[in-house]
């Protein structure tokens, strides 16, 4: 009356036993070879059959699991259909102060958000926000070139009686002190600050358009502040399979002046001929230094939990401002030709056309339904896979590296450096 | 044979009623996960 779970993924250990995860329950055990063969594989009944069953590493013998999986997808899609919006990421400029070779908004018709369109925007989300809750996530190009506008539309918007909180995605340089004071009274929560090299390598990477000796020193010290304004700050380090070694020295100086205060996650490179199989080995190698430093510590910071969907923008009431004051999905589809890519602007509302039709579609590609990662990323990056215009190259590095990672996670829980 | 299981992580939800919570686009302030986290 049982079966094995298709989502188990096992892994052999040295000292002779099984690791089984589920993708989909997100459940680890350790067995012997007997035990996963009698009980898991072959279902025989056992006193910790209900166990097995309630971890997800058995099921009962008719269910369809990924249509279970499917189910929640729609679910989750669906369920904040006829809501107000609670989520809106506003790009004040398209401008920056820095010029990085891998943004992928380079190239892209460079406009900044004029007064008019702010006091449109203010409408909008008047109009179509959720007064009890809206969170703003203020993107760029860099934001904080904007600094009028960013307390110019958070004003109007707790004058209206809006909860806000907002978050800001920025290079750092001018994330200030006296930015940060004002900020605490319109509700920002945390920072995000990409650091890819340190000092002179940093400054040659960003290319800051001030003439200052050294820039980096100056995004340090704003980090600092951070820390005493209580600001979660996390630190991305955009990595390839050239410039891994060095985020190393990165992560030691980060630990090393921060410990855990802030947050520190890595993401690859993409549109520079990577893919998934030659950034495996960099990106274990960085896994590992951020697992030993308790950067990462659960299996969500890792992506081996089960999502219903990849990505909000695939959300109906999800939307992103450009600077314009049209909607989009995702800031992907900011670069090149962007006018057949918008989902309405904020002067006449959201528009169900057919880009919007593309983002809400809820179809799962044969290819990834019978895919043991499906629970894990739900197809992956819906903008990159539009824009890429297939899956294979989508699927996230996770996938290489499934067994691998599972394995540093056990290792890492049982104590330990790895 | 009196062979227990060692658990390593518990299972994170229900798999079969439990709604799922999840970060969202692009960036949940909830749990603090970025899309960029998933690549």
């Known amino acids: 009356m049982y079966k094995e779970s298709f989502y188990n993924v096992t892994q052999s250990l040295d000292n002779g036993k099984i690791l089984v995860f589920n993708t989909f329950s997100g459940a680890m055990i350790c067995v012997s070879n007997e035990y996963y063969n009698r009980y898991i594989k072959k279902c025989e009944e056992y ?18 699991e990924p249509f279970r999986v499917s189910l929640r997808r729609r679910m989750f899609a669906f369920s904040s259909y006829n809501e107000k919006i609670h989520h809106l990421t506003v790009l004040l400029t398209s401008g920056c102060n820095a010029s990085c070779w891998y943004c992928f908004e380079k190239g892209s018709h460079k406009s900044s958000m004029s007064n008019e ?60 002190k006296s930015f940060m004071e004002t900020m605490k009274k319109y509700n920002l929560v945390h920072a995000q600050i990409s650091i890819d090299a340190l000092n002179e390598k940093y400054n040659l990477i960003k290319k800051y358009i001030y003439k200052d000796p050294n820039p980096f020193e100056t995004i340090i010290k704003n980090i600092d502040d951070a820390i005493n304004y209580d600001f979660h700050t996390s630190i991305r380090l955009n990595f390839s399979d050239e410039n891994y070694l060095e985020l190393a020295d990165v992560i030691d100086y980060l630990y090393n002046r921060y410990q855990n205060k802030i947050g520190v996650y890595v993401a690859p490179i993409t549109g520079n001929n990577s893919t998934p199989s030659t950034i495996k080995e960099p990106f274990l190698f960085l896994i590992k230094k951020l697992i030993n430093y308790k950067y990462i510590k659960a299996l969500r910071d890792i992506n081996l939990e089960f999502i219903p969907m990849y990505c909000g923008a695939a959300i109906p009431n999800n939307f992103l401002v450009d600077p314009n004051g049209n909607l989009f999905k995702c800031a992907e589809e900011l670069s090149g030709d962007t006018r057949k890519n918008n989902v309405g602007n ?28 499906l629970p894990l990323c739900q197809q992956g990056c819906k903008g990159s896979r539009l824009k890429v215009g297939g899956l294979e190259y989508d699927c996230i590095p996770t996938k290489e590296m499934l067994k691998e990672t599972i394995k540093l996670m056990y290792e890492s829980k049982k104590g330990g450096a790895i | 044979m009196e062979e227990k299981m060692e658990v390593i992580f518990e299972e994170q939800h229900d798999v079969d009623n439990e709604s799922v919570n999840m970060c969202t686009y692009p960036y949940c302030f909830e749990c603090g996960h970025y899309c960029g986290e998933r690549r």
Do not use: H
């Not at chain 1, 166990?51 to 099921?59: A, D, E, R, S, T």
């Not at chain 1, 919007?356 to 290819?367: Q, T």
């Open chain 1, 47 to 64: 006193k910790e059959t209900n166990i097995l069953l309630k971890q997800g590493f058995i099921v009962k013998k008719e269910v369809d």
């Open chain 1, 346 to 373: 904020i002067f006449e509302g959201p528009c169900y056309n057919n880009n919007m039709k593309k983002w809400i579609d809820d179809v799962i590609d044969p290819k990834c339904i019978n895919c043991v990662m």
């Open chain 1, 117 to 176: 369109t702010a006091d449109a925007l203010i409408e909008f989300i008047d109009k179509y926000g959720d007064k009890e809750g809206i969170d703003i996530n203020w993107f760029g190009g860099e934001p904080t070139l904007r600094k009028d506008l960013i307390f110019y539309i958070s004003q109007k918007l707790l004058d209206r009686g809006f909860k806000i909180k907002c978050k800001i995605v920025t290079n750092g340089y001018l994330f200030d």
